[in-house]
T-cell receptor, first 116, second 109 residues
Framework: GAVVSQHPSWVICKSGTSVKIECRSL??????MFWYRQFPKQSLMLMAT?????????EQGVEKDKFLINHASLTLSTLTVTSAHPEDSSFYIC????????????FGDGTRLSIL | EDQVTQSPEALRLQEGESSSLNCSYT??????LFWYRQDPGKGPEFLFT???AGEEKEKERLKATLTKKESFLHITAPKPEDSATYLC??????????FGKGTKLSVKP
């Protein structure tokens, strides 16, 4: 149980393109979803937290107009990187939680984004 | 400032050579400490949650323990398939997780 699917797993695109990444909880309802960014040999850095049906809460320093997050249902959240540039290249990982008590976050397998 | 520090950064073991990974933390309003395993190019896989000092959890060759300042992940008689990066994270009172940088474990046959 507690499977989180992330798609696509790898994206290569030109500078200026917008890229959408999907995160789905397959066998549970995710009240809360999280988006992280990970650089090589670095820890996961939380970008934003989204609760179903409400606006995402962004961490300090994360541009909300650049990283658009939508959490329209209890099983799907999307992250859109708008007008992506080479410095946006990274490993993006989503996680999902039921939001009840101290349940752990369950992670997707990440999306490797490369902007040329 | 809330912080999670893992040591060592990398650990090389021979198959069968037991060892421990450390996770030291400072956080206000701890709401749980989590251990994850991450394989290259993959997302973290949940291993354990610990909530209070003195608590222990076990799964196969892994055992996690917790004190008021740190947690240990003990690996008994590791196998090559245990090779991965092990991440420690603490949940703050606000509900979000703070991750350490991880310990990269390599187990040689």
């Amino acid at each position: 149980g507690a499977v989180v699917s992330q798609h696509p797993s790898w994206v290569i695109c030109k500078s200026g393109t917008s890229v959408k990444i999907e995160c789905r909880s397959l066998d549970f309802q995710a009240t809360t979803m999280f988006w992280y960014r990970q650089f090589p040999k670095q820890s996961l850095m939380l970008m934003a937290t989204s609760n179903e049906g409400s606006k995402a809460t962004y961490e300090q320093g994360v541009e909300k107009d650049k990283f658009l997050i939508n959490h329209a249902s209890l099983t799907l959240s999307t992250l859109t990187v708008t007008s992506a540039h080479p410095e946006d290249s990274s490993f993006y990982i989503c996680s999902a939680s039921t939001g009840r008590g101290n349940q752990p976050q369950h992670f997707g397998d990440g999306t490797r984004l490369s902007i040329l | 400032e809330d912080q999670v520090t893992q040591s060592p950064e990398a650990l090389r073991l021979q198959e069968g050579e037991s060892s421990s990974l450390n996770c030291s933390y400072t956080v206000s309003g701890l709401r749980g400490l989590f251990w994850y395993r991450q394989d290259p190019g993959k997302g973290p896989e949940f291993l354990f949650t610990l909530y209070s000092a003195g608590e222990e959890k076990e799964k196969e060759r892994l055992k996690a323990t917790l004190t008021k300042k740190e947690s240990f992940l003990h690996i008994t008689a590791p196998k090559p398939e245990d090779s991965a990066t092990y991440l420690c994270a603490v949940r703050r009172s606000q509900g979000n997780l703070i991750f350490g940088k991880g310990t990269k474990l390599s187990v040689k046959p």
